[in-house]
């Protein structure tokens, strides 16, 4: 009775100092760790202002809740070489902007470049889909595959009858998939691979009753990558569903880009897997079976580029950075999602304005409403700098790819936005060949062929309704 007596009496100072207690470390923790000072601002408004509230929605989506962690992952380490001289130039072509970008990479990822491999695009789910499940078939040792989004639809089934096939050859199968992007099907596909035997993992999975989960619930793992043997290596933008195999005519089509690799370069690819499998589920995948001498394949100098919130923070901001910065003749960047921060668009005027030809190709019409009417209001601070915005007609394009100079070329997951470049774990390689940037060149040709530019006077003229509506949306960029 007398306990009663006094949480009746002291229940709102308790309540009221534990809120304070709370809002002073959320408070000490923005200060101290957020760069730009009106993010800082805005979050300590939102921590004052919204009691209990507030801190709950800083840790959910303004902390970094895995940096910690993921440090110390680290299961195979590679040692550094030095940069080859020519980067695959002729000897009459001036190859020093590349060898500064490269350096610059270095720096950054702490990761080698490896020369003699080969990349191979491979377009929609008609040509990767196949290439992929064939791989599968022929596999003798081992398949590692992580997947943002596995749909549970005809073709997430082909994976998981072709995985289910290699379990019962002996072929060792692990399967890592985003806890978000699994629920983008019902039932899940991790039921479906529970049932074949495969063994899989999901990667942070979200919980709004357990610490942990809630802390984690805004970072994904956005990476698409499939490892065969630990010789044959498939990454690029595309996740696993039905839509991307456009000759099916889904309901909702999606064109996208992937890439076959062989060469020195998978085994770097496969280090990747390995960490957050490791970080995932406590498991080394480690030997011959996962990480076998690779031998050169082909002509096209790599290295990886893994992103994420943890000691990979930023990587592809700074080397999207690098790469722009050292452009001397054209910048060709095919994004679904165009909303760079202030940085990069900087770097892109300043492009511009030293007479660098500057393309930015993007889908008419966006899968996400939101996420366009958010990048409309941002193209005009381009615009006015001299780069060119071309919009691609339906179906809608996930592809991603930069080509520098006509011989740099980045390609993966990683898309122009905050999310990608601050949230999510994304899988990007740089490549430096001539050869294999003309190809890349000439898929971008042909989707400009049938694109049409958007002009400055045309962004004037939206209405105001339409530039209210944009500019809205651009003040949830950085979650979207």
Same mark, same amino acid.
Request: with cysteine; hydrophobic share 40%; proline share 6%.
């Given at each position: 009775m007398e306990w009663q007596v006094f949480m009746s009496r002291f229940w709102p100072h308790i309540a009221g100092g534990l809120d304070l207690f709370i809002c002073l470390l959320a408070s000490g923790h923005a200060l101290l760790h957020k760069r730009d000072t009106r993010a800082a601002t805005i979050w300590l408004t939102v921590i004052w202002i919204l009691p209990v509230i507030g801190p709950l929605l800083y840790l959910v989506l303004g902390v970094n809740r895995i940096r910690?962690?993921?440090?110390?992952?680290?299961?195979?380490?590679?040692?550094?070489?030095?940069?080859?001289?020519?980067? *695959?130039?002729?000897?009459? $072509?001036?190859?020093?902007?590349?060898?500064?970008?490269a350096r610059v990479v270095e720096h950054v990822v702490r990761q080698p470049l490896s020369e003699g491999n080969k990349v191979e695009p491979l377009t929609n789910g008609d040509q990767a889909f196949p290439?992929?499940?064939?791989?599968?078939?022929?596999?003798?040792?081992?398949?590692? $595959?992580?997947?943002?989004?596995?749909? !549970?639809?005809?073709?997430?089934k082909k994976f998981v009858a072709a995985l289910r096939r290699a379990v019962k050859r002996g072929v060792?199968?692990?399967v890592l998939v985003d806890s978000a992007g699994a629920r983008y099907s019902w039932p899940p596909i991790t039921w479906v691979l529970r049932r074949a035997k495969v063994k899989f993992a999901r990667f942070l999975p979200s919980s709004l009753f357990q610490f942990w989960h809630v802390a984690t619930i805004n970072l994904r793992n956005h990476r698409k990558l499939m490892v065969v043997d630990g010789a044959t290596a498939f990454t690029? *933008?595309?996740?696993?569903?039905?839509?991307?195999?456009?000759? !099916?005519?889904?309901?909702?089509?999606?064109?996208?880009? /992937?890439?076959?690799?062989?060469?020195?370069?998978?085994?770097?690819?496969?280090?990747?897997?390995?960490?957050?499998?490791?970080?995932?589920?406590?498991?080394i995948i480690d030997g011959d079976i996962w990480f076998p001498e690779l031998a050169e394949a082909g002509t096209v100098i790599s290295r990886i580029i893994p992103d994420g919130p943890d000691a990979d923070f930023e990587n592809a901001s700074w080397t999207l950075l690098a790469a722009v910065s050292e452009a001397q003749t054209s910048i060709k960047i095919l994004t679904p999602y165009f909303l760079p921060d202030n940085a990069l668009i900087s770097a892109l005027n300043l492009a511009?304005?030293?007479?660098?030809?500057?393309?930015?190709?993007?889908?008419?019409?966006? !899968?996400?409403?939101?996420?366009?009417?958010?990048?409309?209001?941002?193209?005009?601070?381009?615009?006015?700098? *001299?780069? /060119?915005?071309?919009?691609?007609?339906?179906?809608?394009?996930?592809s991603k790819l930069m080509i520098v100079d006509s011989h740099w070329v980045l390609l993966g997951s990683a898309n122009w936005d905050a999310r990608s470049l601050r949230l999510n774990f994304e899988l990007n390689v740089e490549c430096y060949c001539r050869k294999f940037s003309g190809e890349m060149e000439k898929i971008l040709d042909g989707k400009l062929a049938t694109a049409r530019e958007v002009s400055l006077t045309e962004m004037d003229a939206r209405s105001l309704p339409v530039k209210l509506r944009d500019a809205i949306a651009r003040l949830f960029s950085p979650y979207l």
């Open positions: 910690r962690h993921a440090i110390k992952l680290g299961v195979h380490k590679s040692k550094s070489v030095t940069v080859p001289e020519d980067l *695959g130039e002729p000897e009459d $072509l001036a190859a020093e902007h590349l060898k500064n970008i290439a992929m499940l064939e791989a599968i078939e022929a596999a003798k040792k081992s398949v590692t $595959l992580c997947s943002y989004i596995f749909d !549970n639809d005809p073709s997430g060792e199968v692990r690029g *933008g595309m996740n696993i569903r039905h839509g991307n195999v456009l000759a !099916n005519k889904p309901r909702s089509p999606v064109q996208d880009l /992937h890439f076959r690799i062989t060469g020195p370069v998978v085994g770097a690819l496969q280090e990747t897997f390995a960490n957050d499998w490791a970080f995932t589920t406590g498991e511009a304005l030293r007479g660098v030809r500057v393309d930015i190709i993007l889908p008419a019409k966006n !899968n996400l409403p939101v996420v366009h009417w958010a990048s409309c209001s941002m193209w005009w601070q381009v615009l006015r700098r *001299g780069c /060119h915005i071309w919009l691609t007609p339906a179906p809608f394009d996930h």
